[in-house]
């Protein structure tokens, strides 16, 4: 038999409902009662939280991570609600677009809006803030390895040094590659967090991520909505870069993992995405149509169980967090969190259940 799977469950914030119709007390309140241990902090949520929380008679913040005592004060507020619900804040995202600057003034502007929330870090009670690989294409950016590991390595220095300040734990910095993102992939975050040579510099896997470029293809033709069209051939390359992870990657250096499935959509509905010029091919496909894990009946069709067999067999101990954004999230009904929470509970021992059947392909070059 199989170990036992203890890994925590956690979800992201905007997977219970968005921020514009949802508070975020509510939403932390639905996790906890469906039986989460872990909230990944998402940027809007916290942003709109700020900004209903905060004493109107005091001036707002330049931005949500400008660290003043009122925003502080909010925060630690958070922390403590999270705290007294049996939850923990797993993290803090999405940092966007900070590596790869090639102007000094524009990559130190970008470097330090990272460290503005350390200060956060502290008062939320969480250790990890982690950021999604640049998706600029222009020439200001580049993501030449040399220049984005630095860029990783020096926000890691930047971390432990405010640790070293303040004597609280040392923040980590997680590096998660986009579908849509000039580095898209496992490996090519991974390359970047090797070079950057910092052990507080880790590696966020996101299943919907490395199927969206291993796996799915929403302008899929046949109706089947994969990269490749015999499902067994699609199945053995999957595999064999879930082995290549699993050889590769120590699990400690996965900092957090997160799990969400898609539904399979047919061309119809492809083509009427209205999707702006310079739109990434798959962020309609990402942002209206992910679903929890294994559910079939809403046309979900990821191999995600794969993924998940994969990281928890290199070892990693952290949580098994949804993220997951559908137009469902914006309904105003005040049922949406709890609706939410239930279904991605679910999902996730759905997943669970599933991992245990896989056989451990990464251990047997037969078993594809």
Known sequence: MPPTITNPLGIATLSLGTAAHHPLPTRLRAAAAAGYTHIDLFDDCWARHLSTEHDPTIPGPDNPWTATPETLRIARELGNLARSLGLKIACTQPCREIEGHLDPSARRAALDSVAARFPFMRAFGTDLV?????????????????????????????????????????IRIGYEGLSWARRNTWRSSWEVVRAAGRENVGLVVDAFNVLAVEWADPYAGDGEGRLVKDLNVARQTVMRSMRDLVATVPGEKIFFFQVGDAQRVGLDEVRSWEVQEGTPRLLPWSRGYRLFPGERDRGAYLPVELVAAAVLATGYPGPVSLEVFNYSLHETHSSVPAEHAERGMKGLKWLLDEVQRVPAFWEDQTQE
């Open 130 to 170: 982690f950021m999604c690989a640049n998706i600029r294409m222009d020439g200001a950016v580049t993501d030449e390895l040399e220049v984005v590991a630095r860029d990783l390595a020096e926000l890691g220095d930047m971390a432990r040094e405010f640790a070293r300040r303040d004597g609280g734990e040392v």
